[in-house]
């Protein structure tokens, strides 16, 4: 069975900085796309930055576009998002995801980000 987790989550100041590292236990066939989502309070979850199993294709948000990097390990399934210049509107729960092609999405149960000072 296949089991998603995601660490590095905290508090941090406005201008900081957070690395977020996602791995998953387990064999997942057919992954089409990598990436992280958030869910700030009282708003739905959206999508941060994913990548492309096949080509390694990135797209970001346009809120984080410049600030944050989604990156592969070396590791197979292994994900990160650094997270730079962190502000109060990146305050949010952030989930891994992975998406295949024959089974439902993988999701881990995600990380907080508090961003304040």
């Known amino acids: 069975q296949v089991q998603v987790v995601e660490s590095g989550g905290g508090l941090v100041q406005p201008g900081g900085s957070l690395r977020l590292s996602c791995t998953a236990s387990g064999i997942i066939f057919s992954i089409r796309t990598m990436g992280w989502y958030r869910q700030a309070p009282g708003k739905e979850r959206e999508l941060v930055a994913i990548i492309s199993s096949g080509t390694n294709q990135i797209t970001y948000a346009d809120s984080v576009k410049g600030r944050f990097t989604i990156s592969r390990g070396s590791t197979k399934n292994t994900l990160y998002l650094q997270m730079n210049s962190l502000n109060t509107e990146d305050t949010a729960v952030y989930y891994c995801?992975?998406?295949?092609?024959?089974?439902?999405?993988?999701w881990g149960k995600g990380t907080l980000v508090t961003v304040s000072s």
């Open positions: 995801n992975y998406r295949t092609t024959y089974s439902p999405d993988y």
